[in-house]
């Protein structure tokens, strides 16, 4: 019973260094998203597709890119990382884009 | 476009005391509205959500919320807390058409013995 899985867990990087998070979801849900959440300001969508072959921004989308792999799979790439994408990142999946989110357990990410 | 407000930032209470979260939102149009937890180092996870019909939602570990159309709010209530509900509580906003599901800035609860 998955859910709504994501990897790696923590991960250290450089400035300017690259890398992708992913996401996996076994629902069948069509929405996928990708939020940033940052001690005092909630959660921040970066980008959300809304079904398979679809992306589009959220409220904060710069230094960022994702790919939706197919119905499973969101992936969130960072190309050129800052200590400003240090932060927690969570992925979720809904069966349509307005209902209830499942989260993953979320990606800590520290940008040096 | 939908915006949401929760008043309180940080809600200590003593256990087996009632606790009251506090949510507004603005939108020009009809809402979801959702409540969801985050316990430590964990994603989150829906209590309840509001689509439509009765304005008292029940949810999850005796939980509930009031929708309330002209104060615009949805506040969460629990009429008796328990050490397990220490959480970080979320807000949240949605619109018929639209795509994104907006949060709030979340209150974290503490209980205490």
């Known amino acids: 019973n998955a859910g709504v899985t994501q990897t790696p867990k923590f991960q250290v990087l450089k400035t300017g260094q690259s890398m992708t998070l992913q996401c996996a979801q076994d629902?069948?849900?069509?929405?996928m998203y990708w939020y940033r959440q940052d001690p005092g300001m909630g959660l921040r969508l970066i980008y959300y597709?809304?079904?398979?072959?679809?992306?589009d921004k959220g409220e904060v989308p710069n230094g960022y890119n994702v790919s939706r792999l197919n119905k499973r799979e969101f992936s969130l790439r960072l190309e050129s990382a800052a200590p400003s994408q240090t932060s927690v990142y969570f992925c979720a999946s809904s069966r349509t884009s307005l209902e209830t989110q499942y989260f993953g357990p979320g990606t800590r990410l520290l940008v040096l | 476009a939908q915006s949401v407000t929760q008043l309180d930032s940080q809600v200590p209470v003593f256990e087996e005391a009632p606790v009251e979260l506090r949510c507004n939102y603005s939108s020009s149009v009809s809402v979801y509205l959702f409540w969801y937890v985050q316990y430590p180092n964990q994603g989150l996870q829906l209590l309840l959500k509001?689509?439509?019909?009765?304005?008292l939602v029940k949810g999850i570990n005796g939980f509930e919320a009031e929708f309330n159309k002209s104060q615009t709010s949805f506040h969460l209530r629990k009429p008796s807390v328990h050490i397990s509900d220490t959480a970080e509580y979320f807000c949240a906003v949605s619109a018929p058409g639209g795509f994104k599901t907006i949060f709030g800035a979340g209150t974290r609860l503490f209980v205490k013995a």
């Open positions: 509001y689509l439509s019909g009765s304005t």
């Open positions: 629902m069948n849900h069509n929405s």
């Open positions: 597709s809304a079904s398979e072959g679809t992306t």
